[in-house]
């Protein structure tokens, strides 16, 4: 069993910033991929990044060089640092894992970028 728990969402400007973070209830070094996951009313939940034990990872092209995916398996959490966002930025972003053929979700953080 893994519980996910983001944090860091909020309300920002568009052309702002902000990070958000989602901590591991267990040891995520064995996680092969963590990713992060958006849904805007009215639409389908969207891979937003995703980020390798080795550290690779891939990116939505609407968010590329704009967002940043990371790990620290140290402290269990995984980060993404967005910046110049955008009003279609705006949606729940839900930290997400695969482990032993389970998929684990966060309860979801609410991002609102006004224009």
């Known amino acids: 069993q893994v519980q996910l728990v983001e944090s860091g969402g909020g309300l920002v400007q568009a052309g702002g910033s902000l990070r958000l973070s989602c901590a591991a209830s267990t040891n995520i070094f064995s996680i092969y991929a963590m990713g992060w996951y958006r849904q805007a009313p009215g639409k389908q939940r969207e891979l937003v990044a995703v980020?390798?034990?080795?550290?690779?990872?891939n990116y939505a092209d609407s968010v590329k060089g704009r967002f940043t995916i990371s790990r620290d398996n140290a402290k269990n959490t995984v980060y993404l640092q967005m910046n110049s966002l955008k009003s279609e930025d705006t949606a729940v972003y839900y930290c997400?894992?695969?482990?032993?053929?389970?998929?684990?979700w966060g309860q979801g953080t609410q991002v609102t970028v006004s224009s």
């Open positions: 997400h894992c695969l482990k032993d053929a389970k998929n684990y």
């Open positions: 980020i390798s034990n080795g550290g690779s990872s």
